[in-house]
């Protein structure tokens, strides 16, 4: 087995805070932060970033052996954190089916019993980006102990919104964890829970062949640098009127216990539940004008149990054990096309075709100008007359007054 570990010291003296900045210090592993809700893990090349709720993942995410594979809702804060384990190549031995390209394990750091201690640590950077850390820990008698630690993590967007309102491609973050340790003889028990809330501004995909413009004046407002504002916008009514971004929440609660028998055995189990629902609205199509605009809305929920029996031996290691998980998930995908505007990409005349004198190809026209049935017909007339198909020209029609 090819195996990575970073420990929770490497962590904080990194100054690493996602799985995004993990990667750059784990050869063959690298972490596509699209958002919280759309990451890409990918190992040795291969990537795993499907967000349907039917597909197999191909590198599987594990939380203190539990897993947390679905996509939308596998981006975890890495937070008081004991290690992180990336493990490459094809691991399905040891982790499943859902590891034919690798598995990464993220051991949290558990209550200690008979300490007392606690920690805080804040620090700020550009984009009014700032994050603050806490944890505590207190003894409960000789055998019992509590944790508690929590994040926030902020920043401004990174691409400005030329449109007015906040920008794209922030951070938004809480996440708090809670711990529980008792031991007793020759038996352990620890509860974990966790709960983390997402809601940065939206992802900005912006076009890079089109400028972007005010949609109601038509003026340029921007250029078409890769990092520069962009000016996006919803469709009119789409998810009842809401606005570009995300709103995601995971939770989860998981037992370990783990008891010795003697004589070199012993047995271990781990029971866990978990649920994550995730809304993400973005602007697809990357221009000032409503041509695609698309959501996703993707839920799950899960319940695995895992029991094993343990050797350790001087010259053998081994195990045996069986293990439940049951999941249940949905991906909701809806998508509001304006064909009006549609229609001018598809002929390729975002500008106008005209209609303003001298505009470039690269500004696209105001919205009301895709309004105008006369132009619409026009356009229609000519795609379709493309593809030798000819229609009526348009004409308005007066109706008679009733009689």
């Known amino acids: ?143 019992a102990a509590i944790r508690l630690a929590g994040r926030v993590r902020m920043r401004d967007g990174t691409v400005e919104n030329l449109l007015g309102g906040e920008d794209y491609n922030s951070v938004d973050t809480r996440a708090v964890r809670g711990a529980f340790r008792a031991e007793t003889g020759g038996l352990t028990f620890d509860l974990i829970g966790n709960y983390q809330e997402d809601h940065p501004n939206g992802t900005a995909f912006k076009s890079i062949a089109y400028n972007p413009t005010d949609p109601v004046t038509g003026a340029v407002i921007g250029d078409r640098g890769r990092n520069s504002g962009a000016a996006l916008a919803p469709g009119a009514g789409f998810e009842d009127n809401r606005p570009l971004g995300l709103d995601r929440t995971v939770w989860g609660v998981t037992g370990i216990a783990g008891l010795d028998l003697g004589g070199d055995f012993s047995l271990h189990a781990t029971t866990a539940y978990r649920r994550f629902k995730a809304l993400e609205i973005f602007d697809a199509d990357g221009l000032s004008l409503p041509v695609l605009t698309a959501a996703e809305d993707a839920r799950g929920r899960q319940f695995s149990q895992d029991l094993r029996l343990a050797y350790e031996g001087d010259r053998i290691s081994a195990f045996v054990g069986a293990s439940y998980f049951y999941e249940n998930g949905s991906q909701r995908t809806p998508a509001q096309f304006d064909e009006r505007v549609a229609l001018a990409r598809l002929a390729g005349v975002l500008n106008g075709g005209g209609a303003i004198p001298g505009r470039p190809a690269t500004d696209p026209a105001p919205l009301a100008l895709f309004a105008n049935p006369a132009f619409t017909s026009q356009l229609l007339q000519g795609v379709a007359g493309a593809y030798g198909v000819l229609l009526p020209a348009w004409r308005r029609r007066r109706r008679s007054p009733p009689i």
């Open 1 to 143: 087995m090819t195996l990575s570990v970073v420990g929770g010291g490497d962590l904080e003296r990194l100054g690493i805070q996602d799985f995004e900045e993990l990667s750059r210090f784990v050869p063959g592993f690298e972490v596509q932060n699209q958002s919280p809700n759309n990451p890409g893990f990918v190992i040795r090349g291969i990537t795993s970033d499907s967000g349907a709720a039917t597909n197999e993942p191909r590198v599987s995410l594990y939380q203190d052996g539990v897993s947390i594979s679905k996509s939308r809702g596998s981006y975890v804060e890495l937070f008081d954190i004991d290690r992180v384990e990336v493990a490459k190549g094809p691991q399905s031995t040891l982790y499943g089916r859902g590891a034919l390209i690798g598995a990464v394990n993220i051991i949290q750091n558990k209550a200690r019993v008979g300490r007392n201690e606690g920690a805080f640590g804040i620090s700020y950077g550009n984009f009014d980006g700032w994050t603050a850390d806490a944890m505590g820990n207190a003894a409960i008698g000789d055998n």
